[in-house]
């Protein structure tokens, strides 16, 4: 957790360009976490940081709480919260700044904020702040300096035409109050723009000035906007753009090129970083980042660990977490967010510490019963379950129940064997292939610090039909490297794995010692174990009660076996593979057939219109008073 100063100071002293991404609180719980997705993947571009905008009261201001803690937490990002004085009496300032500084947010940008939609002129609440150096003032005197607070700046003028040398006072108001950056309004004449800046140093302002970057989209957006700031747009601009203003890809390239040169001239006049007002898009602001050249190459993008690290206020320091998590990072930052330490070093004893709930928000399967039936089709077969994870698998299905994200280079190597091993009827949720000594800079494997080695066991984790569990575990057991956990729903466990936990990935570097991220362990294994049923029976539960879909799923998850192996040999790839050898899963391609009792019990149910299914975007099942047969 670094202030936005601090960041600002060392691309200044490296002239290093940097940039960071403003999004705003969607209106929906999908839309939500729609958002969450794009802002995991436009990290990958490089902000430095990204901020969150503020609502003028009501329900999307404590979203902006509530996306603030997840994207430091469960994401990783460094944050810079909104905050402004519309409909704030000081009590709801303070709740917030309270939210901000639990989450580990310590980057505030204090408005005045614009005035509710119902109403033409702002006014202050009465119980509030009426200016925002007013707001400023608040926040360093309650929270001294924990907090870096941004204020806003104005290279036009605001809506309320205020005179630019009033705003220009206001503005130095606001930075003698406490305020460390200036982030601009969005413009588009960037001689004004650099001319403004001169005037902002003459008066004696010396915080730096981060100019906000609108890319274009399309053209009546890109005039809806330029025309709600009063911004002015270049006679160039209009005589470029207007003569394509229907065709929306000619808008964006062309749009592209005239935000770069503006940018980089920005760039060129010493100022090194750029905001830019994303709109929650991503494409327009990428564009524009490669005309600069400022996207990272993977190889100088790495990250610190196998997984982001949580910017939690107590978590900056957790650098080991269990590999059963991997693809489920935001229901593994929830479940243990109760915590009072996180490992470091590492893993410890987990039997301290209890996992939440796996019926919580947020645990269970993402996406409504309709769009999880569009996406994983309606299986009537083991066969057709089977085709579910080969799809995964090769890369044509974004994501399974257990894996919120798509398949990763990662597995290239093993790729084949995964897809041969589920077309078998092996339903693979996990997995990573053995890696001995490979450089921290390498794209795919790498992370941590530069000059180091990094290496891995082969692991895999599975759903297995009962009826060749026996013969896994046997086959398991010959080879005196391999460990396994095995359990079923009801937490019978089988495993040979000696107690405590057993790293799986680790990481040697110049100067530090050994650095071991994940493992496996037995009471997370367990604790994991309830969410990956869950997960099953939540997919099961988006069929209605009366089709084969709803009972297949329900019976892989009554009666099949959750195992994980380690092969603890890491000098070896390929070989857990060898233990299916000769192993078959039975009736893959026989069709389920729904018992009649239960088609007319389903009937019934229908006729006296009682709900069945979940309860859209977490899945939760709903309570119908019909026992699912096991």
Known sequence: MVHIKDKLAENERLGRPGFSFEYYPPKTGQGVQNLYDRMDRMHALGPQFIDITWNAGGRLSNLTCEMVNVAQSVYGLETCMHLTCTGMPKEKVDHALKEAYKAGCQNILALRGDPPREKEKWEADPHGFRYAKDLVNHIRSTYGDYFDIGVAGYPEGDEDGTEPELLLQHLKEKVDAGGTFIITQMFYDVDAFLEWVKKVRAIGVTVPIIPGIMPIHTYQAFLRRANWTKCRIPPKWLELLEPVKNDDVAVRDIGRDLIVEMCQKILDAGIYQLHFYTMNLATATRMVLEGLNLVPSLENNLPPLPFRPSLGFNRKDENV????????????????????????????????????????????????????????????????????????????????????????????????????????????????????????????FGWGPRNGYVFQKSYIELFVSPEVLADLITNIERDPDMTYYAVDKRGTLKTNTPEGPNAVTWGVYPGKEIIQPTVVETISFLAWKDEAFRLGEDWAHCYDLETPARHLIQNIMDTWWLINIVDNDFHRSGKLFDLFEGLEVKNLDEVLEVPQSIAELSEKTEALNITNGTNGTNGAPVPNGVATAN
């Open 321 to 444: 977490r269990p590999i059963f998590w991997k693809h489920r990072k935001a229901s593994y930052v929830q479940r243990t967010q109760d915590w009072d330490e996180f490992p470091n070093g590492r893993w410890g004893d987990s039997r301290s510490p209890a996992f939440g709930e796996v019926d919580a928000y947020g645990i269970g399967l993402r996406g409504t019963n309709e769009s999880n039936i569009k996406k994983y089709g309606s299986p009537t077969s083991f066969r057709d379950v089977a085709n579910t994870f080969v799809k995964y698998m090769s890369g044509s299905l974004a994501s399974l129940p257990w894996s919120d994200s798509e398949i990763t280079s990662e597995v290239n190597s093993i790729k084949q064997n995964l897809i041969d091993l589920n077309a078998r009827g092996f339903l693979t949720i996990n997995s990573q292939p053995a890696v001995n000594g490979i450089k921290s800079s390498d794209p795919v």
